[in-house]
């Protein structure tokens, strides 16, 4: 029995035995991938193509075709406007958040007093900046009156009506006047929504090997150009994570999201808000395939 | 004379760029810190300190009302328990599960294994909306594929209103953004060099200890991010705690629900009309009050946090 014991376990291969070990290592996943997410997945298709009633039996679900998904987009009152300034928000502020914790992250790796603190404020909005108290803090009134109280309000409008005034006289377009202003008016909004963003490429600068950094610094290259020509490329997979990211994250607190669950859980039609659910996901897988195609022809890597 | 020159121009010129950045710094670190300086100043204030034009930020008046208020009226102590079971429970799940998975994708490959990382990155893409009424419908009529009502004698289980969707969820590592966490494992997991394994193999571990003992041990960091995100995600969140929770005293329920219950007591019962900024400015308190715990956590994990941040490979 010594002996044999040995033998038998050995006569599988290593890798054999690893392959085991990875499909029991993924089981538990697996499980719930199943029951959580893939059997409720389809089951939602199939609530969205048909008309479901709930009485003392349970629910009887009858097949209604596209009847949800026209009622949706055409007799709904609020749907489509909620969708579309949903997503429009999305796709305006996608780019400000990247490019400001890009520019932050550039910031914050560079030596100086006090870098430490200045981080650990800078990443406590993936603390404060989630779920409930993101909603809460919007409706706070003592804040508004304050705000207005303390004089803030007219100088920071002051200030970005000036700024718009100048950039107009010289020529820039509204449209894109009006989109900075805004950003600089949002700055809370985005600064509280650019934690996790801010990680990601802090991690990424700090891959880039400083050799790079010497040579173009030997050959006389400005911190500017070095930033454009090195830290840029480098870390430009990392755009495309965080553009994916940020699209993700916008998923958990907007008003399509709170429609949705009005719609199932308060006026219990279950079969017209798994459609939204559907009409809203292929909304934005639309927006995430293009803005992968457009943002991964550019993208650099090494090799 | 040429040289001096231009060093004294260096000089101005590394000079004007760190003020430029300190103002920047400080200005943005400002525009974070804010809303919480806020609070505290506000929640400090005695009510009559709210009409009068000479406060803005130092009270006048200084008192803990709002503080006794908001306690009794969020049931602060039960609901911090209850809470911190919770988000320590997932937290825990999750983490162990999504590690497990992680590796299993990241090293230990077996057929198939590649489509079923697919199948990871589809729950990270999914909005968890389109999935929310069959989960619902599907933990009212707990069934396990029949086996339940087997036992049960023909009964389902309602598994609403109790922890067991968070717990069943995060041991199967489908929680709340778990994903993601499997996601960084497998990054962090590649990130390790393979010989540190074959050694740990020639030295007689088997698989299961090789995991234990040599790779966890090395991701720390990795390990301490998924703890973090995951406890602060699940302490916040309001999404699945009110579909799942609808009468449990969790933090989250509790804050979404102070300004009505607020509103009851102080009108007792009869249609509100609580002075509106009163109340706002018991629930700044309130807000206060439910980050508070996570502050505490977080000013002693922020070093570790903030230094390994940059080693957990999200980046892969």
Redesign the interface.
Known sequence: MKLTAPLRTSRRT?SQ??????????L??????L???????I??FR?SMSNIEANSN??IITYAGFKNYVEALTVNTSFNRTLTESISTMVVNVPLIVIFSLF?AV??N?K?LGR?A???????????A????M???S?????A??DS??GGKAVSGLGSFELAQLMIQAGVSETIVDYLTGAVDR??QI??QSGVQL??F???I??ISPQLYEASKMEGATGYEAFWKITFPMVSP?ILVNVVYTI?DS??TND??DL??ET??EAFN?GL??AM??I??LA??LI?LISTYLISKKVFYQN | MQASKFLAIEWWKRWLWSFVRLVLVAGLAFVILFPILQKISTSIKDKTDLYSPIVIWVPEHFSLDNFRQVITIMDYWPTLGNTFLLSSLTTLLTAISCALAGYGFSRLKFKGSNLLFMGVMLTILVPPTTILIPVYLNLKDFTLMGLIPLLTGGKSLNLLNTYWPFILTSLTANSMKAGLYIFIFRQFFRGIPMEVEEAAYIDGAGIGKTFLRIILPNTVPAIMTVLLFSFVWQWNDSFYTTTYLTTSKVMSIQISSLPYNLGIMLSDGANSKVDPFYQSMVQDTGILLAILPLIIIYIFVQRYFVESIERTGIVG
Do not use: D, H
């Open positions: 290593y035995r690893k392959a085991i070990y990875g499909f029991l290592y993924v538990p996943w697996l499980l719930g991938f029951f959580f997410f893939l059997v409720p997945l089951a939602s609530f349970g629910i932050l910031l914050l560079q100086f430490t200045a981080r650990a404020v800078f990443f406590l909005p993936v603390i404060l989630s779920g409930v108290i909603n809460l803090e409706t706070s009134l003592v804040q009156v304050n109280n303390a700055i809370y600064v509280s990680l990601i802090l991690a990424g700090q891959t990392l993700i998923f958990s399509m999201t949705i669950r199932g859980f279950f808000s798994s659910a559907w809203y996901f934005v897988s995430l």
